[in-house]
């Protein structure tokens, strides 16, 4: 997994940090560029998408992503199976397309992963 994040960040522009994190908040395993608390960041995150409302037609849909943009930046929480997700935080002179994409590319590699 740590490889797989370590890519990431490699092939997304202004990535600040990625980790694969389960619903408590807590991180299974991270990465990040200079000093960035990807932590910090993965819990606040987390903390939303627990509160998100549930879908309308009896359940049958389960949140794919969110992404929050703020001036200091984009933070990306893309589910990879089970309880997991991939947050990806990206600075605020990322692309936020190619965050987006590269998130879910890696999302995608994660999720065989877990499954295996």
Excluded at 28 to 56: G, H, T, W, Y
Excluded at 62 to 91: F, N, Q
């Amino acid at each position: 997994m740590k490889a797989l994040l370590r890519e990431l960040l490699d092939r997304t522009p202004e990535a600040l940090g990625a980790a694969v994190v389960g619903l408590d908040g807590i991180a299974v395993e991270k990465v990040s560029a200079r000093s960035f608390n990807i932590d910090l960041a993965s819990a606040e995150v987390i903390a939303l998408a627990r509160r998100a409302p549930p879908s309308r037609d009896n359940g049958a849909d389960r949140l794919e992503e969110i992404s929050i943009t703020c001036r200091s930046g984009l933070t990306i929480l893309r589910s990879i199976g089970g309880d997991y997700y991939l947050c990806l935080v990206v600075g605020p002179e990322g692309i936020p397309g190619r965050a987006r994409f590269e998130a879910w590319k890696a999302g995608r590699q994660l999720e065989q992963v877990i499954a295996d």
